[in-house]
Nanobody, 116 residues
Framework: QVQLVESGGGSVQAGGSLSLSCAPSGSILSIKTMGWYRQAPGKQRGVVATITTDGDTNYDDSVRGRFTISRDNRKYTMYLQMNSLKPEDTAVYYC??????????WGQGTQVTVSS
């Protein structure tokens, strides 16, 4: 079992920055990939960025160049630095962890609101 606790988020004006963090606990050595997903009202949850234990990263085209995902391999904490935020970035952001056994775990979600 893996538990994920998110922190950060909040409200900011367009062009501003916010950061999110996700601290895993439990069977953290079983985690292969971690990522951030987001879900806006009336829309499906979609990937924002992912990072593997090897440090390989992937970004959705909508955030590439503005968001940076990183991971502290000593603490296993994952971060998402969000710069140049746009109103369309407004959503609930979820931390996820996929284990080597292909099981997916989710955090509770944190709200990010960007006003124009």
């Amino acid at each position: 079992q893996v538990q994920l606790v998110e922190s950060g988020g909040g409200s900011v004006q367009a062009g501003g920055s916010l950061s999110l963090s996700c601290a895993p606990s439990g069977s953290i050595l079983s985690i292969k990939t971690m990522g951030w997903y987001r879900q806006a009202p009336g829309k499906q949850r979609g990937v924002v960025a992912t990072i593997t234990t090897d440090g390989d990263t992937n970004y959705d085209d909508s955030v590439r160049g503005r968001f940076t995902i990183s991971r502290d391999n000593r603490k296993y904490t994952m971060y998402l630095q969000m710069n140049s935020l746009k109103p369309e970035d407004t959503a609930v952001y979820y931390c996820s962890a996929i284990t080597y056994g292909m099981r997916t775990y989710w955090g509770q979600g944190t709200q990010v609101t960007v006003s124009s």
